[in-house]
């Protein structure tokens, strides 16, 4: 499996940024695909999870009422809206799949968001 970001950039605070994760190769029964990032000097964080089935979401506290994931099953993409971007969601963010156990990830997209 493949996946591949794109969305990031620059922006204030409470600008909104979508990111995009379109996945290729070996999609077939990936059963969940998720948003994690990672802010220099911490460790990675899940922010969102969306399952490929049924679409069931999950969220950090953190960006609960911020940030919606979504899927596109056909298009094998899932994005990642997010809302009034706060100066602390600046970090990289990865797309991830999970596939019999495996995961996979994508080689992640900056977000900077400035005060």
């Known amino acids: 499996v493949q996946l591949v970001e794109s969305g990031g950039g620059l922006v204030q605070a409470g600008d909104s940024l979508r990111l995009s994760c379109a996945a290729s190769?070996?999609?077939?029964?990936?059963?969940?695909m998720g948003w994690y990032r990672q802010a220099p000097g911490k460790q990675r964080e899940v922010v969102a999870t969306?399952?490929?089935?049924?679409?069931?979401?999950t969220y950090a506290d953190s960006v609960k009422g911020r940030f919606t994931t979504s899927r596109d099953n056909a298009k094998n993409t899932v994005y990642l809206q997010m809302n009034s971007l706060r100066p602390e969601d600046t970090a990289v963010y990865y797309c991830?799949?999970?596939?019999?156990?495996?995961?996979?990830w994508g080689q992640g997209t900056q977000v900077t968001v400035s005060s």
């Open positions: 190769g070996s999609t077939l029964s990936i059963n969940a």
């Open positions: 991830n799949a999970e596939r019999y156990a495996l995961n996979y």
């Open positions: 969306v399952t490929t089935g049924g679409g069931s979401t």
